[in-house]
């Protein structure tokens, strides 16, 4: 028992970015969403000014409000996702053993833990709860009896932040004349997770290219073999 316990406190000293961060961001990622959909029916839940928007949606394809080819679309989304969250809790695992930059750790686990944030909304809301509609809040059912089957389920979205509209100016191809408004996607906390774990990288990428000191010092020094002098 001892041993056991050993081995786990082990796992979670050397796990502990991944860890922490995961449960972290799926807590308050499933938190807020359960809370709107049990108490708020789809629409506006509240507003500070006119930028920043609570909005009750719900969607059943990607992120940030896009949806993806109907029925047979979602199921192929809900399997890639969960397909591509186990290879990135393989990849997890490949960088910890490889002592890499925790920065690098923590960016690439922040972008794990949205992945699985939206997936757990395809899987299991469908079976869970009751369709939400404009009048009335969703309820926890039973297993099974809920608005849809398994993987099937809508990802949950509340976050809009309309900064500001403008016009494109004129001599733009396509869009030249055309309203647009920024920022027009409606979108979760595990998609803010995502978007930040990818901004990390971009604005970090030297400092995470580099290994930390520790690593440094555990490596063996090179000695290059030097003939001897010709007499």
């Known amino acids: 028992m001892q041993r056991r316990n050993n081995l786990f406190l082990l796992m979670l000293k050397t796990y502990r970015i991944p860890i922490i961060t995961l449960f972290l961001v799926l807590f308050v990622d499933q938190f807020i969403k359960i809370f709107i959909k049990l108490n708020y029916p789809l629409g506006e839940v509240g507003r500070l000014g006119n930028w920043c928007i609570i909005h009750f949606t719900e969607n059943p394809g990607m992120a940030f409000g896009m949806e993806f080819g109907g029925d047979y679309g979602k199921l192929i989304l809900s399997v890639f996702r969960i397909l591509a969250s186990i290879g ?18 923590f960016c690439v686990s922040l972008i794990l833990a949205g992945a699985i944030g939206n997936i757990l909304d395809s899987v299991f809301y469908g079976s869970v709860f009751t369709e939400s509609d404009e009048f009335l809040a969703a309820q926890l059912v ?5 608005y849809s089957g398994f993987l099937y389920g809508h990802v949950v979205d509340m976050f809009y932040f309309p900064l500001f509209n403008g016009r494109f100016p004129e001599w733009l191809p396509i869009w030249g004349g055309e ?22 990288l971009i604005v970090f990428q030297k400092r995470i290219q580099k290994k930390p000191i ?5 490596e063996e020094p090179i000695i290059e073999e030097t003939k001897p002098a010709e007499q």
């Open 179 to 200: 309203e647009f408004q920024f920022f027009r996607p409606i979108f979760n906390f595990a998609d803010f997770a995502i978007s930040v774990g990818v901004g990390l």
């Open 142 to 146: 039973a297993p099974g009896n809920g």
């Open 88 to 105: 990135g809790i393989i990849y997890i695992r490949h960088i910890v053993r490889q002592k890499e930059n925790p920065l690098f750790i």
């Open 214 to 218: 520790e690593t440094l010092e555990n």
